[in-house]
């Protein structure tokens, strides 16, 4: 395969995935955090710096994805978060340990969304 031919193929999958992103929100938003279940949010805000700078279009989409999942956050927002993640938000206070609710999980999303997106534009500016 000719050296034109093999990117000319890259371009067709990134935007195939890209547009299957884009259709479920919701899926790409939990791949993306999904690295949090093994690591606390400094750990993940690196490997999202990398993936910012190095692959572009990832983060194009983890932006959109974020975007539309905190726009207009489904009903089962926690559950299927939950289900695709493998790991449960918790409230910290050491005199309850309550779960995340509805509105806690989109504060949450809306919270590590605004600091990707720091990176985001600084990784955009290089």
Known sequence: ?????????????????????????????????????DSEEEGFLKIWRSKATHYRWYADDAMYCFDKVIADPPPDLVERLRS????????????NRAPYTHGDVVAWLRNLRDKMRVIYDETAAK
């Open 1 to 37: 395969m000719a050296d034109d031919e093999w990117y000319d193929k890259l371009d067709e999958t990134i935007d195939e995935d890209s547009r299957a992103r884009r259709r479920d929100p919701l899926t790409f938003v939990a791949e993306v955090v999904e690295p949090m279940r």
């Open 84 to 95: 695709r993640t493998g790991f449960s938000l918790y409230h910290t206070d050491p005199n």
